[in-house]
């Protein structure tokens, strides 16, 4: 909804799910898809510290997507 635009929630969100990948799940690498034309996600992933690795192809989708990847450092 517009009202809850641009106010931080999903940065706050992913970086919880971060946290939990890494201090939970114990996994070593996160990966995240994209639409290229989707420039608020592009911008949030690269705040939350992913970097873009290369276009993928999907099924049932027409265009390439863009695939982001940020290595976690578990500890066990």
Request: proline share 4%; charged share 25%; aromatic share 6%.
């Amino acid at each position: 909804l517009k009202q809850y635009c641009r106010k931080g929630y999903a940065y706050e969100a992913c970086q919880e799910v971060l946290k939990l990948a890494e201090q939970e799940l114990k996994l070593s690498q996160v990966l995240a898809i994209t639409n290229p034309d989707n420039f608020a996600s592009q911008g949030l992933l690269k705040k939350l510290g992913l970097t873009l690795v290369k276009e993928v192809e999907l099924p049932e989708i027409e265009r390439p997507q863009q695939l982001y990847s940020i290595s976690l450092i578990t500890t066990n």
